[in-house]
C-alpha cells in the first residue's frame, strides 16, 4: 500500500512539473518500472544495468542427514505410471519427515515374513483398554432415549433428527436413507459408585447389552427401562475406555 501511494505521489509531482528534465520518464511508465526503479535506488544498483546474481553453491550436507531419491511409482489403479519428482527424508528430533509433491504415489509395502505372524484372539483381546468394577446397585440414570440408527454398515451412528416422515439424513456420514431402513436402538447413561474410592462413574449402555440383562425391550416405555436398569443389584460392569458399556453380568 505504501508502494502505491508513493507511486501516485510521485506521478502527481511529475506532471506538476513537467518541464523538470529529472521526473522524464518512457510513456509507458508503469508502478512495476517505479517498483523496480525504488529497489535500484534501495539496493545502490545502477539505473540501467543488471542486477547481481548470487552464483554460491549450497554445500551438499552429509549423507547421513539428508538424501534424495526419484523413485518411478505405478498407481495401485493400473491407470498409469507417476513419477515420484522428489522424497526427502530429514532426521530431525530422533524422528523423520518425509516430503512428497502434489503426484507422489506412496504405496503399501508387502512384508512376507510380518503377513505369516500368527496372534491369538487373547493377545489381541489384551491390546483393548478394558475395565471392571463390581457394584451393589446402579446409582442413578441419567438419561435414557430411544433413537433410529444409521443403515450404513460404515457408520451405525445415531441420526439426530429426521428430515420428514419418510427419509432421514445422518449428520455423520451425510447419507440420507428411508426412515423404515433405520433400525430402532436404546442409549441409557448411568452411574455407578466405585467401591475402591468411591468416585462416581458415568457409564453409557446400548440395547445389545440391556437386552442381556432386561429381556426385551420392544414395546417398552422410557420410565420402564429405567426402573429395570434401577433394580439391578451386585453385577459386575465392564466398559471401555470410551466408558461404553461391553458386558454386564451378576457377580457370583
Request: proline fraction near 5%.
Amino acid at each position: 500500500m505504501a508502494t502505491v501511494n508513493s507511486f501516485l505521489l510521485f506521478q502527481s509531482h511529475r506532471n506538476s512539473d513537467p518541464g523538470n528534465p529529472a521526473l522524464h520518464r518512457k510513456s509507458t511508465y508503469t508502478i512495476v518500472d517505479y517498483r523496480e526503479e525504488l529497489v535500484r535506488q534501495l539496493c545502490g544498483l545502477a539505473l540501467y544495468d543488471r542486477p547481481p546474481v548470487n552464483e554460491q553453491v549450497q554445500a551438499v550436507p552429509p549423507p547421513d542427514q539428508f538424501c534424495t531419491d526419484h523413485l518411478p511409482k505405478t498407481a495401485a489403479n493400473g491407470a498409469g505410471r507417476e513419477r515420484v519428482k522428489q522424497i526427502r527424508k530429514c532426521e530431525k528430533d530422533e524422528g523423520m519427515i518425509l516430503n512428497t509433491s502434489m503426484d507422489s504415489v506412496i504405496t503399501p509395502k508387502k512384508d512376507d515374513e510380518l503377513a505369516r505372524l500368527e496372534i491369538a484372539n487373547e493377545e489381541i483381546s489384551n491390546l483393548i483398554t478394558t475395565k471392571s468394577v463390581a457394584v451393589d446397585k446402579i446409582h442413578s440414570v441419567e438419561e435414557c432415549s430411544l433413537f433410529k440408527q444409521c443403515p450404513n454398515a460404515k457408520c451405525n451412528k445415531k441420526i439426530m433428527q429426521q428430515t420428514s416422515s419418510f427419509m432421514v439424513k445422518c449428520d455423520h456420514c451425510n447419507g440420507r436413507f428411508r426412515s423404515s431402513d433405520c433400525r430402532e436402538n436404546i442409549m441409557i447413561n448411568f452411574i455407578v459408585c466405585d467401591p475402591a474410592d468411591e468416585s462416581l462413574i458415568r457409564l453409557t449402555a446400548f440395547q445389545p447389552i440391556l437386552v442381556t440383562l432386561i429381556g426385551s425391550v420392544q414395546d417398552v416405555s422410557v420410565d420402564e427401562i429405567c426402573e429395570k436398569v434401577l433394580k439391578l443389584e451386585n453385577v459386575v460392569i465392564t466398559f471401555n475406555q470410551n466408558m461404553v458399556v461391553t458386558q454386564i453380568e451378576q457377580n457370583q
